[in-house]
T-cell receptor, first 117, second 108 residues
Framework: DTAVSQTPKYLVTQMGNDKSIKCEQN?????MYWYKQDSKKFLKIMFS???????INETVPNRFSPKSPDKAHLNLHINSLELGDSAVYFCASSPRGRIPLYNSPLHFGNGTRLTVT | KNEVEQSPQNLTAQEGEFITINCSYS?????LHWLQQHPGGGIVSLFMLSSGKKKHGRLIATINIQEKHSSLHITASHPRDSAVYICAVIQGGEKLTFGTGTRLTIIP
């Protein structure tokens, strides 16, 4: 059983296109995240949602728009894709909300490798 | 300068060796994660700790909040331990700040 699943695994598209990455978790977690891993393997948080409410929005271009239809799903829509958007995007979830408990692990999806040409 | 620094950046060791990976941070935190990223790209959370020490199998994680330092130790290392190990600190709320990772290679 996949706990946090992302689709697609690979996404190749041209500059200027609009694309979406979907994420679903079946763990009953309250909080979901999107992280970006650049070519140097550096991870950075983009967004965090708690029970469908946006609680973290780092300095991400507004071409990126997260959508959480329910607490089990957090999708990432990207408009007008640029070359610099090429990266691996990870979805993750954790079982607690605003205040993380100290035994609250993160569960990651397998990542979506986005290549913009 | 990154708020979370890891050392070494790369580490190659023989099977069976005791491994230590270090993480230092410059910000106030509520807790710290150690993550493992497999060669295939998947990320697994190994530990989340805020004080003292945690042990799971051959893995041991320690943290010293006063010194703003954490270590991840692997005893009796094995080739399957080869991965990138990432330290991430939790600042206010849900924000994680990641280190740049340590690439570990265990040679049979």
């Amino acid at each position: 059983d996949t706990a946090v699943s992302q689709t697609p695994k690979y996404l190749v598209t041209q500059m200027g296109n609009d694309k979406s990455i979907k994420c679903e978790q079946n763990l009953g977690h309250d909080t979901m995240y999107w992280y970006k891993q650049d070519s140097k393997k550096f991870l950075k948080i983009m967004f965090s949602y708690n029970n469908k409410e946006l609680i973290i929005n780092e300095t991400v271009p507004n071409r990126f728009s997260p959508k959480s239809p329910d607490k089990a799903h957090l999708n990432l829509h990207i408009n007008s894709l640029e070359l610099g958007d090429s990266a691996v995007y990870f979805c993750a979830s954790s079982p607690r909300g605003r205040i993380p408990l100290y035994n609250s692990p993160l569960h990651f999806g397998n990542g979506t490798r986005l290549t913009v040409t | 300068k990154n708020e979370v620094e890891q050392s070494p950046q790369n580490l190659t060791a023989q099977e069976g060796e005791f491994i230590t990976i270090n993480c230092s941070y410059s910000v106030g935190i509520s807790a710290l994660h150690w993550l493992q990223q497999h060669p295939g790209g998947g990320i697994v959370s190994l530990f989340m700790l805020s004080s003292g020490k945690k042990k799971h199998g051959r893995l041991i994680a320690t943290i010293n909040i006063q010194e703003k330092h954490s270590s991840l130790h692997i005893t009796a290392s094995h080739p399957r331990d080869s991965a990138v190990y990432i330290c991430a600190v939790i600042q206010g709320g849900e924000k994680l700040t990641f280190g740049t990772g340590t690439r570990l290679t265990i040679i049979p």
